[in-house]
């Protein structure tokens, strides 16, 4: 039963900077393609970044050159460097494939940019 993990969200400044987790824990198959999504709500989840196990990256138009995706595959473990943070990416955060799976959303973690 594959589960994700998120984790690393809080309260941060407007321009400040925060680091969210995602670990993964069954069997995935390999190579995959593990992204980061977001959702506000009374808005659909949108993609925010990707990265292959090969580490090519893509990022959201909306936080390019902002945040930086990375993972460790020893590890299973995706994470997210947001940085220059805006209110506007005040959402909660999830890992997923890409493609996602429906099963295998989590919970989520927290991330509020406020003043």
């Known amino acids: 039963q594959v589960q994700f993990v998120e984790s690393g969200g809080g309260l941060v400044q407007p321009g400040g900077s925060l680091r969210i987790s995602c670990v993964a824990s069954?069997?995935?198959?390999?190579?995959?393609?593990m992204a980061w999504y977001r959702q506000t709500p009374g808005k659909q989840r949108e993609y925010v970044a990707l990265?292959?196990?090969?580490?090519?990256?893509n990022y959201a138009e909306a936080v390019k050159d902002r945040f930086t995706i990375s993972r460790d595959n020893a590890q299973n473990t995706v994470h997210l460097q947001m940085n220059s943070l805006k209110s506007e990416d005040t959402a909660v955060y999830y890992c997923n494939l890409l493609p996602f799976n429906r099963a295998y959303w989590g919970r989520g973690t927290q991330v509020t940019v406020t003043s």
């Open positions: 069954g069997t995935i198959r390999s190579p995959n393609t």
């Open positions: 990265i292959a196990t090969d580490g090519t990256t």
